[in-house]
């Protein structure tokens, strides 16, 4: 068996430089060759997963099909490369101290002191490896998060020294994607920052192979000579990174200025295919030319940060993008929806979208929001929470079960529409303890919900603790709002929709995980479809 390459994506200067897009984007260049590719994110943070991050510290959480609580990265992994991630693409300094104490609790390092290096160090090393020893990928990227220098990714960054040693020549190299600033007073790019930066990562011990250089303008001949001489690399190792109108640019821009082909020069790999981005610019084609335009309503209570929704608003542009039209999506902060404010901000929309969520704050805003797309024929989509909503709405105004509500936000409601699963009634830990990952849902015959899948068994991603409550199912049923969509398993209820209405579903899950370049969700790509008609029909 070949051996597996390893490539390592460092960052310096500062962080948010797109360390992720630089990862996917190789892979993604290296994948449209032939060549069989994952990339994992090390997270230098001490949380053990992101499952419990607020999503304004940290954006979204993204869940893979075994159920991982990772970070926000994964999911451009998946959304470029089509390829499902795992447990196993996310490691944190939390998951890595975890694992090495418990080895210490039960004597597996007989007696040894137990230290950063060897102990830590080696850990990470096999948690780098498994993905690569599987036999499943010919390269494994690891993206490494934080910037060089940082206090809390020395041990990843010396982890990275040691296994280059181990591995070899020609079968890992490391690129460091970096900041070259433009000061405007001197009009012009300034190249110390990340010659300070690689002699940083020389210090630990580390060569950059090659230098990913994010700018706002054109890097001069100059500058990329300057750059590979101070910095120790080859001048065609210099690559520019400049500012793109999207991040689906990025990886036509990593082919013309030659990062796989470097890549694989220095693995010592053949070079003797064109990447096969057929399909990719396809759907850039689409994207960038739209015949239509709609504008969606995101309504959710973290909508400041565009990260928190980060897969919603990427299945935007996939769903877009298949239906050639614009989708320009207004973020409507549910905290601050009154009846007033709604009419005036919600009837100038083509759809709504209540989005996903945890706890109390906001709630009352999204009822509204429900209840004005269910009695005005607006498209509505809920999520996960936005699904639980539309229930509780009904039950309130159509059932005038006035108090109607779901225990994690009220626990002495009379009328628990949505309330906790048994099995999580005695859980005090928060992390890793909901309903997640891929689990069935079968679809009714003859519903919106199945002519959208086109079939009636499917498999979706969860990342929830409260369920539709069956006690209330013939009530609801009565009221117009049917339950589509049954867990076969369990028997809870996973998908709602709405009798005589033109485009009315909430589901339990989360579809926008599962939405890439290469196949879009056919519920957004749907939910776009109605919201097209719908503007249409109203002008």
């Known amino acids: 068996m070949a051996q597996t390459k390893y490539i390592f994506v460092t960052g310096g200067v500062s962080s948010s430089l797109g360390k992720g897009i630089i990862a996917a984007s190789l892979a993604k260049l290296l994948q449209a060759r032939g060549y069989r590719t994952t990339i994992q994110k090390l997270d230098p943070y001490i949380n053990v997963d992101p499952g419990t991050l607020n999503p304004y510290e940290h954006g979204e959480c993204f869940v893979t099909e075994d159920g991982a609580e990772t970070d ?124 300070h930066s690689v002699k940083t990562l020389m210090e630990s011990g580390i060569n950059a192979d090659i230098l990913v250089c994010r700018t706002e303008h054109e890097l001069s001949d100059d500058i990329r000579r300057k750059l590979a001489q101070f910095c120790n690399v080859k001048q065609e190792a210099v690559i520019q990174s400049i500012d793109a109108s999207t991040i689906y640019d990025v990886p036509n821009l990593m082919l013309e200025e030659g990062l796989d082909t470097i890549t694989l020069k220095k693995l010592d790999l053949p070079d003797d295919t064109v990447p096969d981005l057929t399909q990719w610019n396809q759907f850039l084609q689409r994207h960038k030319n739209p015949t239509a335009e709609v504008t969606i309503g995101l309504i959710g209570k973290y909508v400041e940060l565009q990260d928190s929704y980060k897969s919603i608003l990427e299945s935007f542009i996939h769903a877009g993008a298949e239906n050639e039209v614009k989708v320009t999506i207004k973020s409507i902060h549910s905290e601050f929806l009154d009846v007033d404010h709604q009419n005036s901000v919600i009837s100038s929309l083509d759809g709504i979208l209540v989005a996903p969520g945890f706890g109390e704050r906001g709630i009352e805003g999204k009822i509204e929001a429900v209840r004005y797309a269910r009695e005005n024929n607006l498209p509505f989509f809920g999520i996960c929470l936005g699904m639980q909503m539309a229930v509780i709405e009904l039950a309130r105004n159509v059932l005038n079960l006035k108090d109607a509500n779901s225990t994690e936000m009220d626990d002495c409601t009379k009328n628990p529409v949505i309330d906790i699963m048994e099995n999580q009634k005695n859980i005090t830990q928060m992390g890793g303890t909901m309903r997640l990952g891929a689990w069935d849902c079968e679809l009714k015959e003859g519903s919106l919900i199945e002519k959208v899948y086109g079939k009636t068994h499917i498999s979706e991603r969860h990342r929830h603790r409260y369920e539709y409550n069956n006690a209330y199912q013939e009530q609801l049923e009565a009221a117009g709002l049917i339950s589509s969509g049954i867990n076969p398993q369990t028997k809870l209820v996973e998908v709602v929709e709405l009798k005589d209405h033109p485009w009315f579903i909430g589901v339990q899950y989360h579809p926008e995980y599962k939405s890439t370049v290469a196949t879009p969700h056919p519920l957004f790509i749907d939910f776009i479809r109605a919201a097209k008609v719908f503007s249409q029909k109203r002008k």
Request: charged residues 25%.
């Open 72 to 195: 926000l990265d994964l999911g451009h992994y998946e959304r470029f490369l089509n390829v499902n991630t795992s447990q196993a693409n996310n490691v944190t300094t939390g998951k890595i101290y975890q694992s090495v104490i418990q080895k210490e609790r039960r004597g597996e390092f007989l007696g040894k002191t137990v230290q950063v290096v060897p102990h830590i160090t080696n850990e990470i090393k096999e948690r780098i490896q498994i993905l690569g020893k599987s036999g499943d990928y010919d390269i494994v990227l690891t993206e490494i998060g934080g910037t060089v220098g940082d206090i809390e990714s020395l041990p990843y960054i010396e982890a990275v020294r040691q296994l280059k040693w181990d591995l070899g020549d020609h079968n890992s190299l490391v690129i460091h994607l970096t900041l070259i600033p433009y000061l405007s007073a001197a009009k012009e790019l300034k190249t110390k920052p990340t010659q």
